[in-house]
């Protein structure tokens, strides 16, 4: 199980830096075959899942408390952040700590937008979708997260947010 996630982990990573190098098309329309992905311009919503959404409303909530335990109580033990200056965060600890560091000064109320999931196999998704932080940072992109499910409930197993270009 453990390669799947680093698998995942992985991939996810690397999709999220190629999406950053990549210049937004100035069609509105995707490629033929393409599901519609929060990296175009109006992502179609799509269905997802309750329990999968509950993580993403927990860390939203969690977020805009300022609560760095509870955004850490959202992760797997082994869970892998890119951090905002592109710096890897090993681990809930290590996690724990950003949050407690960067959550001090309060950056803004963060508003999450959930767009797609998909099941890579039941007890592993991986969720895209945009984010904006209003207030003092004004940042706003998008997410891949990949999420597991430990003991009946998801954790993210990695979190890849990228920021749209200024």
Known sequence: MKWIVRLAVVVLAMSAVLAAQTPTPKTKTPPVGNPPSPTYPTPAAQKSDPALDQIVKGYESAFNRGDAKALA???ADNAIRLGPKNEVLHGRAAIEQFYAGSLGGKPGTLSVR??????????VAVLEGRYEVAGTTGVHGVYVVTVVR????????????????P
């Open 114 to 123: 959930p767009v797609r999931t998909q099941m890579i196999i039941p007890d």
């Open 73 to 75: 109580a959202l992760y």
């Open 150 to 165: 430990q003991g009946g409930q998801w954790k993210f197993a990695s979190v890849v947010a990228v920021p749209d270009a």
